[in-house]
């Protein structure tokens, strides 16, 4: 069974950069057809995408936040990561790494269990 | 980019009532289409994608439809456990989540 974990700093202080790392098991990040992406929800809101990073390392960010994003992967340990620079109280959220089933018919099919980012001083 | 409206934003109902929620897209996302089922403190759980196609392991009484713009995730009986915020999310271009439904209990 496919599982997905983040672990990060769960406090970062404003304009600093806010660094998280999915570690996915029961499958390879290199499987055919599939992307890996983050989500965050604001305390009490509703998700907004914020990446996905495919085969081959190709990146697509939320024109929202690309200036600000960067997605990385590291096939060596089956993980990928999330890079979020010069944040503020405004990216305070509950972080998710999903899978996106791409061409196996799209939608985020596994989710971690998300992990809670407070920007603060 | 293309903003996802849901409605209502809160729905009351009871249980064995039928319940529909409504994703309007402001273009056509060509049927690329999700629904997520979402209880506090938990991640979303995919339940339908491809505007209609059940995910394994959710029940029949989740449905989904549409095309073009608007959407629809029907619950043809609804029971205790489904009572949580529901989201809808394109994927034709990019990903854009809905701004949920909160099915409560009448």
């Known amino acids: 069974q496919l599982q997905l974990q983040e672990s990060g700093s769960g406090l970062v202080r404003p304009s600093q950069t806010l660094s998280l790392t999915c570690a996915v098991s029961?499958?390879?990040?290199?499987?055919?057809?599939?992307?890996w992406s983050w989500i965050r929800q604001p305390p009490g809101q509703g998700l907004e995408w914020i990446g996905s990073i495919y085969q081959g390392g190709n990146t697509y960010y939320n024109p929202s936040l690309k200036s600000r994003v960067t997605i990385s992967e590291d096939r060596s340990n089956n993980q990928f990561s999330l890079n979020l620079n010069s944040v503020t109280a405004a990216d305070t959220a509950v972080y998710y790494c999903a899978r996106d089933s791409g061409s196996h018919g799209g939608g985020f099919d596994f989710w971690g269990q998300g992990t809670l980012v407070t920007v603060s001083s | 980019d293309i903003q996802m409206t849901q409605s209502p934003s809160t729905l009351s109902a009871s249980v064995g009532d039928r319940v529909t929620i409504t994703c309007r897209a402001s273009q056509n996302i060509n049927g690329w289409l999700a629904w997520y089922q979402q209880k506090p403190g938990q991640a979303p759980k995919l339940l339908i994608y491809k505007a209609s196609t059940l995910q394994s392991g959710v029940p029949s009484r989740f449905s989904g439809s549409g095309s073009g713009t608007e959407f629809t995730l029907t619950i043809s009986s609804l029971q205790p456990d489904d009572f949580a915020t529901y989201y809808c999310q394109q994927y034709n271009t990019y990903s854009t989540f809905g701004g949920g439904t909160k099915v409560e209990i009448q």
């Open positions: 029961g499958d390879s990040i290199n499987s055919g057809g599939y992307s």
